[in-house]
């Protein structure tokens, strides 16, 4: 044996070396993503979900520990993470980088499942079909978990298919499914379970995923009850969580029951965009990966059983939205490149023809180029539901330092934690304790007597209400936001109203003993002084 094969590797569970063509397969996707996710990182702004990571992850640890005792458990260890990234510089690009480190990497583990599974051209075009993928480069753009998340379960997912070739490679005479490096690849294959369903518990549906591979590979009861052990362990370790967020569940309260159109959607961000040419085209390549074995059997439930088991929890206790699931999308292109490889196989083509890969690159280049308006489109502000940079200018505009402030509800406060300058030295009338103080998010608010003598003190008033508050039939449950809305309607008259991205910045005086409630005067110019 020369000394090139003496130094091979283990890839795909047999003794060899890692090509050249192997590591491009690897290479060249991560390259892709991580140029995708970098274009246009910096927005200009960040939407509310975001602002909740830059405020929480900049507390002290004590004061993360607190604050999730009572809100937000299932983002603890991503908050823990952030406040370490955030140490090095609190800004916008430096909050969304550890996801663009996510989907890089995800990339990178769908093309080595690619690899490990067929040959290196199903990986190159798996990882690059990610890569390019919308659904893919618009959370490697959020400052949340998600792409975090995606990489944890396309790492374990190469685990398992590492396990289960290791333990062919050991033939017969392997006694126990645990013994050797398997068992090693196990036990890492728990550990990395546990830790990406502590960054979102709702990732745990992959190990439904995985038991449904292992079904359909007909994997003998060694092999099951090594991952049942792993699998529990990652359980166990979750079990605190979950019993914890249990108590947590009105924060997504706002979510509704899926129903056939969720599913679409879900389609369609899985198979490349919209309706059209592309979107048929991946459907029916992905029909006929399916008949790819191997590796059908690990994309297909990949893809297929997260989503599916949420939406139908969801029509009990809604917990469904397309980010929970985002794990799930490394299916998609895994089946589609097998459905390429498996037709070019029809046709003749070598397992090795360079020919065919190189003629796979140009075809997602093209499927890229169809997507183009969909990724610039995900990298404008106006794409997330809100743009707080936007609203703290407008307040920086119009709200003198000393002049009293109301936020209606309380978690328009946000605006002013992630971008406090437009509200330097304003008086908010309803604050008791700041959100570090009271561990809470948007912090806790005085009672409604005591609200009810700070506005008594005031003649002039500047409120910030969310889209609903001001346009609906919206009544709060909590007593203080109750008062603030009959307060504002009876004892105050609008003065003036401007408006950033769907919040509603309105000046109020006091209402003279004989007047009348009077409509908003709209002007572009600011408020008098």
Same mark, same amino acid.
């Given at each position: 044996?020369?000394?090139?094969?003496?130094?091979?590797?283990?890839?795909?569970?047999?003794?060899?070396?890692?090509?050249?063509?192997?590591?491009?397969?690897?290479?060249?996707?991560?390259?892709?993503?991580?140029?995708?996710?970098?274009?246009?990182?910096?927005?200009?702004?960040?939407?509310?979900?975001?602002?909740?990571?830059?405020?929480?992850?900049?507390?002290?640890?004590?004061?993360?520990?607190?604050?999730?005792?009572?809100?937000?458990?299932?983002?603890?260890?991503?908050?823990?993470?952030?406040?370490?990234?955030?140490?090095?510089?609190?800004?916008?690009?430096?909050?969304?980088?550890?996801?663009?480190?996510?989907?890089?990497?995800?990339?990178?583990?769908?093309?080595?499942?690619?690899?490990?599974?067929?040959?290196?051209?199903?990986?190159?075009?798996?990882?690059?079909?990610?890569?390019?993928? /919308?659904?893919?480069?618009?959370?490697?753009?959020?400052?949340?978990?998600?792409?975090?998340?995606?990489?944890?379960?396309?790492?374990?997912?190469?685990?398992?298919?590492?396990?289960?070739?290791?333990?062919?490679?050991?033939?017969?005479?392997?006694?126990?499914?645990?013994?050797?490096?398997?068992?090693?690849?196990?036990?890492?294959?728990?550990?990395?379970? &546990?830790?990406?369903?502590? *960054?979102?518990?709702?990732?745990?549906?992959?190990?439904?995923?995985?038991?449904?591979?292992?079904?359909?590979?007909?994997?003998?009861?060694?092999?099951?009850?090594?991952?049942?052990?792993?699998?529990?362990?990652?359980? *166990?370790?979750?079990? /605190?969580?979950?019993?914890?967020?249990?108590?947590?569940?009105?924060?997504?309260?706002?979510?509704?029951?899926?129903?056939?159109?969720?599913?679409?959607?879900?389609?369609?961000?899985? &198979?490349?965009?919209?309706?059209?040419?592309?979107?048929? $085209?991946?459907?029916?390549?992905? &029909?006929?990966? +399916?008949?790819?074995?191997?590796?059908?059997?690990?994309?297909?439930? +990949?893809?297929?059983?997260?989503?599916?088991?949420?939406?139908?929890?969801?029509?009990?206790?809604?917990?469904?939205?397309?980010?929970?699931?985002?794990?799930?999308?490394?299916?998609?292109? *895994?089946?589609?490149?097998?459905?390429?490889?498996?037709?070019?196989?029809?046709?003749?083509?070598? %397992?090795?023809?360079?020919?065919?890969?190189?003629?796979?690159?140009?075809?997602?280049?093209?499927?890229?180029?169809?997507?183009?308006?969909?990724?610039?489109?995900?990298?404008?502000?106006?794409?997330?539901?809100?743009?707080? &940079?936007?609203?703290?200018?407008?307040?920086?505009?119009?709200?003198?330092?000393?002049?009293?402030?109301?936020?209606?509800?309380?978690?328009?406060?946000?605006?002013?934690?992630?971008?406090?300058?437009?509200?330097? $030295?304003?008086?908010?009338?309803?604050?008791?304790?700041?959100? %570090?103080?009271?561990?809470?998010?948007? $912090?806790?608010?005085?009672? %409604?007597?005591?609200?009810?003598?700070?506005?008594?003190?005031?003649?002039? *008033?500047?409120?910030?209400?969310?889209?609903?508050?001001?346009?609906?039939?919206?009544?709060?449950?909590?007593?203080?936001?109750? +008062?603030?809305?009959?307060?504002?309607?009876?004892?105050?008259?609008?003065?003036?109203?401007?408006?950033?991205?769907?919040?509603? +910045?309105?000046?109020?005086?006091?209402? %003279?003993?004989?007047?009348?409630?009077? /409509? /908003?005067?709209?002007?572009?110019?600011?408020?008098?002084?």
């Amino acid at each position: 044996m020369g000394l090139r094969s003496r130094i091979g590797v283990v890839v795909c569970g047999r003794s060899q070396k890692t090509s050249r063509t192997e590591v491009l397969a690897v290479a060249v996707p991560a390259a892709v993503m991580s140029a995708v996710g970098l274009w246009g990182l910096d927005r200009g702004g960040i939407w509310r979900d975001e602002a909740v990571t830059f405020q929480v992850a900049r507390r002290t640890v004590p004061q993360i520990w607190r604050l999730l005792h009572g809100v937000d458990a299932v983002h603890g260890l991503y908050y823990l993470f952030m406040h370490v990234v955030l140490t090095v510089h609190p800004g916008e690009v430096v909050l969304r980088l550890p996801s663009v480190c996510g989907a890089t990497a995800t990339a990178a583990l769908v093309a080595a499942l690619g690899v490990r599974l067929a040959r290196p051209r199903v990986g190159l075009w798996a990882g690059l079909l990610y890569a390019v993928t /919308p659904l893919a480069g618009h959370y490697a753009q959020e400052g949340r978990s998600y792409a975090l998340v995606a990489a944890g379960a396309a790492g374990a997912t190469l685990l398992l298919a590492r396990a289960l070739d290791e333990r062919t490679d050991a033939g017969p005479s392997a006694r126990t499914a645990t013994a050797g490096p398997s068992g090693r690849t196990w036990w890492a294959y728990g550990s990395v379970v &546990a830790v990406t369903c502590l *960054l979102h518990e709702l990732a745990v549906f992959v190990l439904c995923a995985h038991a449904l591979t292992l079904a359909l590979l007909r994997a003998p009861r060694q092999v099951w009850a090594a991952w049942a052990r792993a699998a529990g362990a990652a359980v *166990l370790v979750l079990l /605190p969580l979950v019993l914890v967020s249990r108590g947590q569940s009105q924060q997504v309260a706002w979510l509704p029951v899926p129903d056939w159109e969720s599913a679409e959607r879900l389609l369609r961000n899985f &198979a490349a965009g919209p309706r059209g040419a592309v979107f048929w $085209g991946c459907l029916a390549l992905m &029909a006929v990966g +399916l008949t790819a074995g191997r590796t059908a059997a690990f994309a297909a439930p +990949l893809m297929i059983v997260p989503p599916a088991f949420l939406m139908l929890l969801s029509q009990v206790k809604p917990l469904y939205h397309d980010r929970y699931v985002l794990y799930a999308l490394a299916g998609a292109p *895994l089946l589609i490149a097998a459905g390429a490889d498996r037709l070019a196989g029809l046709a003749g083509s070598r %397992p090795r023809s360079w020919a065919v890969t190189a003629a796979g690159v140009p075809a997602v280049a093209l499927v890229f180029l169809h997507l183009l308006p969909l990724h610039r489109e995900y990298r404008t502000l106006a794409h997330r539901p809100d743009d707080l &940079a936007a609203v703290s200018a407008l307040a920086g505009r119009e709200v003198r330092p000393g002049d009293p402030v109301l936020f209606l509800p309380s978690l328009g406060r946000r605006t002013a934690l992630a971008y406090p300058n437009g509200f330097r $030295g304003v008086r908010d009338l309803a604050l008791k304790a700041t959100g %570090p103080e009271s561990g809470t998010l948007y $912090g806790r608010e005085v009672g %409604p007597r005591e609200l009810q003598r700070r506005l008594a003190s005031v003649n002039r *008033l500047w409120v910030f209400a969310e889209p609903y508050v001001l346009r609906s039939r919206w009544f709060p449950g909590e007593p203080t936001e109750r +008062l603030k809305l009959v307060e504002v309607e009876e004892r105050f008259v609008p003065r003036w109203e401007g408006e950033r991205d769907g919040v509603t +910045l309105r000046l109020y005086v006091r209402r %003279p003993a004989t007047a009348s409630l009077a /409509p /908003p005067a709209r002007s572009p110019r600011p408020a008098p002084r």
